[in-house]
């Protein structure tokens, strides 16, 4: 189902692919991070990406570590900030945290807002989760960092301070879905429709798919080895007035029309007004009749 879905999510990006395994380990990270290595553990957690399609970097050999795995976190990613390259690639391990994430936000206001150190590569990803991870793994702390971002989040990470949780969260704009299997699996993807084709591929059957509503962060517990939302909590999601002008391109790529109305019935977000900007007015030039 996991391989299924990082196939499908090829839909949303082609520039780069990569998994997190969760291991029996829960030891914190290093401070190091290790952006720029292509399989790697860390904290526990097995760390396999590459540029390219999900397929250039999904191999046969990782089923075996996924049936192990009690917690998966997979991502595909579009290029919008950022080059193709390994320390850009997700998952990112930065700080305590292992996460991914849609979308595409303001970085330069959480750089300032939190003070954050320079990061090691260049995309907005891994300011967002610099700024997660300096919140320490308190709750409100961390809602007080979503509350400020500015832009198109859906989330997924682990902070090996709160070890067998995995976090979801989702601000304004880029979808979030999960789905529960008749065997109590948790899948989360950008796009329900694939886990209706995944669903099929892997001969699974679920139970529910729900849309995640905007300006919520949910916590599961994956310690008993069978998935448990043991707490959601919300807060108040902003977009630019460009994140919805791009919705239907960015948000709903792929999307069936019954499944876009599902998720704008739970899009709660407040959108900042573009500054306005004054009108310039050249100054005159005055010319004698000879021109001097």
């Known amino acids: 189902m996991c391989a299924a879905l990082g196939h499908l999510a090829e839909e949303r990006g082609k520039d780069s692919a990569g998994l997190a395994f969760a291991t029996s380990e829960t030891q914190e990270l290093t401070r190091r991070p290790v952006t720029n290595r292509r399989d790697v553990t860390a904290g526990g957690w097995r760390i396999i990406k590459g540029p390219g399609r999900f397929r250039e970097v999904w191999k046969r050999d990782y089923i075996g570590a996924l049936n192990e ?12 900030q950022g080059a193709a390259k390994l320390t850009n690639s997700s998952p990112l391990q930065v700080g305590q945290l292992i ?32 700024a ?34 995995v976090m979801l969260a989702r601000t304004a704009v880029s979808p979030l879905s999960v789905a529960v299997d008749t065997n109590g699996n948790l899948y989360w993807a950008s796009n329900p429709g694939w886990f209706r084709k995944a669903a099929k591929t892997a001969d699974v059957t679920l139970t529910e798919i729900l849309m995640v509503p905007e300006g919520t962060m949910i916590m599961v517990d994956y310690s008993t080895g069978t998935p448990v939302m043991v707490d959601d909590r919300s807060f108040t999601a902003t977009a630019r007035a460009k994140d919805d ?12 029309i019954e499944d876009q109305m599902a998720d704008e019935a739970v899009c709660s977000h407040r959108t900042l007004r573009e500054p ?17």
């Open 99 to 130: 996460g991914t994430h849609n979308g595409d936000v303001d970085a330069l206001p959480l750089r300032k807002t939190f003070g954050l150190p320079r990061a090691t590569g260049d995309t907005d990803t891994e300011v967002l989760f610099q």
């Open 245 to 256: 002008r791009l919705a239907q391109v960015v948000a709903y790529r792929g999307f069936s």
């Open 69 to 80: 795995a009690p917690a998966v976190l997979g991502h595909t990613r579009w290029m919008t």
């Open 132 to 165: 997660l991870d300096q919140a320490g793994g308190v709750i409100l702390p961390t809602l007080d960092v979503l509350e400020t971002v500015v832009g198109r989040a859906a989330l997924a990470w682990t902070d090996r301070r709160w070890p067998q949780l």
């Open 276 to 292: 306005q900007l004054s009108r310039s007015v050249a100054p005159t030039l005055w010319l004698s009749p000879s021109g001097k």
